[in-house]
């Protein structure tokens, strides 16, 4: 934050620690500075744009401008002012160096985790929008469902439901579920291309952007059949053996 009288008293008397950080300095080394301590300041843009943003009291943005000297290191900075209170100026700095190195690392980190998920044998891993409708598809969700990325991309994930429960309405329930609460786990039975069944576990989770306002949901299937199957198998021979004691006593309380 600085006092713009003018340019031998537009002093420095405020600033954070990340401004000191982002160019090189201290805070110690920038507070109380003036713009005649930064003379090739007055090469740049600086000068002109803090008078009109002084004037007008509207933000002006400066875009990138090249500088350094004995209390800023050499860089490239995007600056931006904007009038506070009380006639003083706000400058916000940001070092395009550090931004650009910062959505590099993020970009490839987002590289490696869509190929750690495109790359997932075991399990469906995809994306729908907020209507339903699916945007990616992964290798696991290809082998599990038996649909090509290039075939499936745009259609409703209504599909993979049994149609007994497309006509209850299952799949819009999931979603506003997911919608409503963050999350949705469901277990049932699933299609695949060839017309067969599995039994699946199910979790759908809402995406949502900073705002909180929907963007989509992420859903994860894994194919639960074996386990279903052992479950019924226990289940059926509880019922047959429930059903032999009753006999059994039936006969001895003749």
């Not at 420095?12 to 005649?36: C, H, P, Q, R, Y």
């Not at 990138?64 to 600056?79: K, L, M, N």
């Not at 750690?116 to 082998?143: K, T």
């Not at 599995?198 to 059949?225: C, E, H, P, Y």
Request: proline share 2%; aromatic share 10%.
């Amino acid at each position: 934050m600085i006092n713009p009288q003018d340019v031998k008293t537009c002093r420095i008397i405020d600033l954070n620690l990340a401004a000191a950080e982002i160019t090189g300095s201290t805070v110690e080394g920038l507070l109380g500075k003036t713009l005649a301590d930064f003379p090739k300041l007055l090469e740049t843009p600086f000068l002109d744009q803090w008078l009109m943003a002084f004037r007008s009291k509207e933000a002006r943005d400066l875009g990138e401008i090249t500088y350094g000297d004995e209390h800023v290191h050499q860089g490239t900075y995007s600056v931006r002012l904007f009038p506070l209170r009380e006639n003083y100026l706000g400058v916000l700095i940001e070092n395009v160096a550090y931004r650009q190195r910062a959505e590099e690392a993020l970009r490839v980190s987002g590289e490696r985790f869509r190929q750690l998920i495109e790359g997932v044998q075991e399990y469906a891993i995809f994306e729908l929008n907020s209507l339903g409708y699916i945007v990616s598809w992964n290798a696991g969700a290809e082998r599990l469902k038996g649909y090509r990325t290039e075939e499936i991309i745009g259609k409703h994930f209504s599909q993979f439901y049994a149609p007994e429960d497309v006509q209850s309405g299952r799949p819009e329930s999931n979603l506003r579920q997911a919608v409503q609460k963050g999350e949705c786990e469901d277990e049932g039975w699933r299609m695949r291309k060839d017309g067969s069944r599995f039994w699946a576990n199910v979790v759908i989770t809402a995406l949502r952007n900073a705002d909180g306002s929907l963007q989509g949901f992420a859903k994860v299937t894994r194919d639960m059949t074996e386990r279903h199957g052992k479950e019924e198998t226990l289940a059926r021979a509880k019922e047959l053996l429930e059903l032999r004691f009753e006999q059994r006593a039936a006969v001895l309380a003749k």
